[in-house]
């Protein structure tokens, strides 16, 4: 458990950890060491050979939670802990504070961070389903400024995001999500480990039906995806029966991994059961 | 002064004197202990599982600044002999030698081909990659069955055959006799998955050489420090009295470091050639592939019986994984279960055969039950099926089997002799803690109403035989060590007290029973108790912890070396007091007359006149230490009955335990919380066993659960509130009345959980879930039962 060498930079501030970057250049990998719960064991298990790890966990302008009219905005390197005691998120996006309860223990609660769950794009994680959900946008600070890269668009493959060699991710932004229901439904074996499938479910109700339903699928392909033809089906759904029959598409255009912990069809399955949980309870049909 | 009778320390719930320590991270362990000069071993493992080396070449790494040496197989193959095997069960076992670093062929993913050492740790580790090593691949050898087929693939080509051994033992009727003449037959198969034991603190062997003596002190993570001595004599040629083994802290074992590791025997040889003191630490993903493991067996069961339910015989043919080369007691793990099959019941026939089969997979050997609970299992869920069979309660076939309390002693079909036991009382209590007959009741109102979380109920009723062990059967089993413990008691000239013990605690808490018992013995007080152990030098003589023997045979030891120390400061007191012996009370550490309550001694007093011995009897030796070493005349057998209630969602198929009661007779408690604490730790990795834990191999042969994010090891989040009870029936063959508990809780809960799975299950049609059940697995189970049924 011994990572191989490294050069190692600690900068205060996210022009410096751009530039930091942006000076490793073309050949030399560098990577951004967040909360570390996700890259230290790569390291270790020598399964990542960074040339150069950039530390941004000394840049107090990427922590903390602040209100832009009807968007939350998540400094990146805002710790799950502070994630899910944050009284602006439980009331807003109430799915994000739900679904970081559930991730992992409290000692990784309290090192790991959303950003950097997200910009690791981890399939198996829970949050870049949730923030997919919440149809959430990044913003990324490279050399020559900051763009927004919807949260559709961010997670392009397994382990790979949107973002450029040379961008920081700084910030999650989410709409409030006032007045939805919601719910996490997360499959596992034992609470510290991944999900082998999870669900993030918003539901919209109006005058006793379904009016719209987003949900997002954990480990369900080599990104984070939304389970369009449920969401579809959802739409007008007004009691239980209902809510399962929708469920059933939830696999549909999913394309999971065989592995040590479950099988394609297995998962298949799970996301059709989960998904009517997950819908019934944040519908409150259930 | 008040005559009140002080209370017993034996019985108390002593806060662990160890734990302020251990809590506060004031330890020592094995990788904490740094000298000067020290170096770093790294080790490069092969990453197939069977393959030919061609070529070796560690000169790249020799180059990297910072590196010392480095070494391959065969610079190391003169000076290292084949590490020990201690017990060939048969006169005809195939024992292949097992150098401790490959030379010219690597048997599984992990077996060491060569070496660095370094200055730090660092440097090791990436020097390792430098190292250019050539594999001609050879097929693996996986597949149990198949590995005994005439045209397997060998994992040994010089040796003809994968079969290593098998060891038969028949006794009572002829079973095809019986089976004859039985009602009622059931046979099964089932599979006990590969284990990968997880001691919190990883291994670590650290080797400090003095070059003036050729001394060498050997520090390593170990529970069995005498044991390793010896072996280290054999294996290095370093003269056992120049080879000092020291077990510091140890962070657990679970049987793990009940062995003799090729590394220990790695460190001392590069300390012999590099003259250096020199340390190596696996890593939890190393340790996965180059600690032994666990289990791994197929067993064939088949059980014989009467309409009524009365047993009659039991048939059990087991296919056991050995791994790639046998260890310290890998073939002999099976016999220690071979004689538990019969369990607590009582029948005319028994017909046991284990065949040991070699694999190209890290060996295995003891793990927590080590034999006990694969036949626990076995024996368990196979009296499920049948009383499934016999439409019967599956406690109401227990009931009618067990041996009655009344009937102790009593000569088990396979030839133990269990001294004392209460299966009833056991039984009654636990029946009455879990409100059996609700539960069944709700059982029968889920099935009724199709509901889709169906309730199971597992019973699991076990002895085990366990305090290893007395030497003579060790002889007849060919084990070549015997089962004896030693301990010494010092009585020091301020009044404290020294226990020296040859047991070796590595998260028991022996320093605080060894303490209490000495305390009640000597009277003096449980804080002026030290224990020392886990030195060669310092305790001499000792066969180590495992096998739930330390308190059973290592205790008693203490008792009878305490009991010896009274004994001759009596002698001293009758002179000072200027009585007779016969005269003299002893209470409460201390001695007076008869009539007389004036004239006293404390034992304290009696070890100050040791010292100054100005005034000890004529021709009586200046001294009241005691030494006493025991050899148990048999086994001890704890006892008890475990129930489980789990809810079973058949949707998704996940197992949730909803409750979990067990009553366990150990014997006589020396602290209750010690055995609480180690009953729940053995439930949790008996559960583990059950719903979680798996050593996963690919085709190849690489382990595929290689890291703890697939290797499942529960917290305490996903276990369930354990009710714990006792019943205490003495164990009659040691002065204490114990029986041990170490192993107690994983080899009783396994069944107990796999039995209530199936039980909830039954439905659906189905009669068995291969371990662990897992939720995939469970789901297929169910699905498949409700296809053969529409």
Redesign the interface.
């Known amino acids: 458990?011994?990572p191989?060498?490294f050069d190692y930079t600690r900068p205060t501030s996210v022009d410096e950890a751009v530039r930091a970057l942006a000076d490793a250049g073309e050949g030399e990998d560098a990577k951004v060491l967040a909360g570390g719960q996700s890259l230290l064991?790569l390291l270790?298990?020598r399964l990542a050979f960074p040339e150069l790890v950039v530390d941004v966990g000394r840049i107090p302008e990427l922590r903390g939670v602040r209100e832009d009219g009807d968007t939350l905005a998540i400094g990146a390197m805002t710790t799950h802990h502070d994630v899910v005691r944050d009284p602006l998120v439980r009331r807003h996006a109430g799915l994000l504070a739900a679904a970081t309860a559930t991730v992992a223990?409290p000692a990784v609660r309290h090192r790991g961070t959303l950003g950097g769950s997200l910009a690791h794009a981890d399939p198996a994680g829970d949050l870049p389903a949730v923030v997919l959900a919440l149809n959430g946008e990044l913003i990324a600070q490279g050399p020559h400024g900051r763009r927004t890269i919807a949260a559709r668009d961010f997670f392009v493959d397994y382990l790979q995001s949107a973002l450029e060699p040379d961008e920081l991710l700084v910030e999650v932004r989410v709409p409030k999500s006032d007045g939805w229901g919601f719910h996490y439904e997360k499959?596992h074996?034992?609470?510290?480990?991944?999900a082998?499938v999870g669900v993030a479910a918003l539901v919209r109700r109006d005058d006793g039906r379904i009016a719209e339903a987003r949900v997002g699928l954990t480990n369900m392909g080599a990104t984070p995806l939304r389970a369009a033809a449920a969401e579809e089906a959802l739409a007008g759904a007004a009691d239980a029966q209902a809510i399962a029959r929708a469920s059933d598409a939830a696999a549909e255009g999913t394309r999971p991994a065989q592995d040590?912990?479950?099988?394609a069809e297995?998962r298949e399955?799970?996301a059709r059961?989960?998904t009517q949980r997950a819908v019934l309870a944040a519908s409150g049909m259930g | 002064m008040t005559d009140q009778a002080v209370e017993p320390e034996v019985g108390r719930a002593r806060p662990r004197k160890e734990d302020a320590r251990l809590i506060t991270g004031q330890t020592n362990w094995t990788d904490n202990i740094s000298v000067g000069g020290l170096l770093h071993m790294a080790i490069l493992r092969s990453p197939m599982a069977h393959a030919r080396i061609t070529r070796v070449d560690v000169s790249p790494a020799r180059e990297r600044p910072g590196v010392i040496a480095a070494f391959s197989g065969a610079d190391l193959a003169e000076g290292l002999g084949s590490l020990p095997c201690a017990w060939p069960v048969t006169e005809d076992i195939v024992l292949p030698d097992h150098p401790p670093i490959a030379v010219d062929e690597v048997r599984y993913a992990g077996d060491p081909v060569a070496l660095v050492v370094a200055r730090d740790r660092y440097t090791a580790a990436d020097a390792l990659e430098a190292i250019e090593v050539d594999y001609e691949p050879l097929p693996p050898v996986l597949d149990l069955e198949a590995a005994l087929a005439e045209d397997s693939p060998l994992v040994h080509s010089d040796k003809g055959t994968n079969r290593s051994y098998v060891w038969p033992l028949r006794t009572g009727e002829d079973f095809d006799s019986v089976r004859q003449r039985a009602e009622v037959t059931v046979k099964r198969r089932y599979h006990h998955q590969r284990l990968i034991p997880n001691a919190m603190e990883p291994r670590a062997v650290g080797v400090t050489p003095l070059a003036a003596s050729g001394e060498y002190t050997l520090y390593s993570s170990t529970q069995i420090p005498h044991i390793v001595r010896v072996m280290m004599a054999v294996v290095t040629g370093i003269p056992e009295h120049k080879i000092r083994v020291i077990a510091p802290d140890v962070g657990g074992g679970f049987g793990s470091k009940l062995q003799v590791y090729g590394e220990e025997a790695l460190a001392l040889a590069v300390a012999r050639k590099t003259g250096r003191p020199v340390k190596w630490t696996e890593s939890r993903s190393e340790g996965y592939l180059a600690t032994h493991h666990g289990r791994g067996m197929i067993q064939d069961v088949e059980i014989a019986a009467m309409r009524d339910g009365r047993l009659l015989g039991l048939k059990v043919d087991l296919l056991t994984d050995m791994g790639a080369y046998l260890m310290l007691v890998t073939p002999g793990i099976p016999l220690l279960g071979a004689f538990m099959y019969p369990a607590i019941y009582k029948m005319d026939s028994y017909d046991f055969t284990c065949t040991g089969v070699f694999t190209t997979r890290t060996p295995t050997d003891a793990y927590r039950g080590a034999g006990r609970p694969e036949a626990t299992y076995a024996i368990e869920r196979i009296m499920d099926e049948l009383a499934v069979e016999l439409g019967l309660d599956p406690v109401e076939l227990r009931r009618r089997n067990w041996i009655g309390h009344e009937e102790f002693p009593y000569t088990s079909i396979a030839g133990l002799t269990y001294d004392s036991g209460n299966y009833e009382a056991a039984t009654e209590k636990a029946l009455a803690l879990f409100d059996y007959d609700k539960l069944r009741a709700e059982q029968a109102d889920r099935n009724h109403r199709g509901d889709s979380v169906r309730l199971g109920i597992g019973v699991s009723t076990y002895t085990e035989m366990c305090g290893l062990a007395p030497s003579r059967v060790l002889r007849d089993l060919r084990y070549a060590a015997g089962g004896w413990e030693a301990a010494t008691i010092r009585m020091l000239p301020t009044g404290k007290v020294e226990v020296v013990t040859g047991t070796s605690p590595h998260g028991q808490g022996h320093v605080t029973c060894w303490s209490q018992i000495a305390a009640d013995v000597l009277g003096v007080p449980f804080e002026d108790v030290e224990v020392v152990h886990g030195d060669t030098k310092a305790a001499p003589q000792g066969m180590d912890t495992y096998g739930s023997r330390s308190l059973v045979v290592g205790g008693a030891a203490v008792h009878h070396a305490a009991r010896k120390v009274v004994d001759k400061a009596r002698k001293i007191a009758a002179h000072l007091l200027e009585a007779s012996e016969n005269d003299l009370e002893f209470t409460d550490g201390v001695f007076s007359v008869k009539g007389s309550p004036d004239a006293r001694k404390t034992i304290q007093e009696i070890a100050f006149e040791t010292f100054t011995s100005h005034d000890l009897p004529d021709g009586l030796e200046p001294t009241i230490n005691a030494e006493h070493l025991v050899d148990p005349d048999n086994f001890s057998y704890p006892h008890g009955t475990h129930l489980c209630a789990v809810e079973v969602d058949t949707e998704t198929g996940q197992t949730r335990i909803r409750s979990y009661v067990c009553v366990d007779d150990v014997g006589k408690v020396v602290n209750p919380m010690i055995v609480e604490g180690q009953v729940h730790g053995g439930l949790a990795q008996g559960i583990a066993q059950a719903l979680y834990e798996e050593a996963v191999y690919d085709d190849e042969g690489n382990l595929v659960s290689g890291t703890m994010a697939d290797y499942l090891v529960p917290s305490a989040v996903d276990l369930p509130e354990f009710t714990t009870a006792r019943t205490e029936t003495p164990a009659t063959s040691n002065p204490l009345g114990v029986k041990g508990v170490g192993e107690a809780g994983t080899i009783a809960s396994t069944p107990a959980v796999v039995n209530a799975i199936v039980d909830a299950l039954r439905p659906f049609g189905v009669h068995d879930i291969r371990m662990p059940c897992t939720p995939e697995r469970v789901w297929r189970a169910v699905r498949s039962g409700k296809e053969a049924r529409s």
Not at chain 1, 189 to 194: D, E, F, M
């Open positions: 458990m011994i191989p060498a064991p270790r298990l223990d499959f074996r034992v609470a510290q480990a991944y082998i040590v912990s479950a099988s297995y399955h799970l059961v989960l």
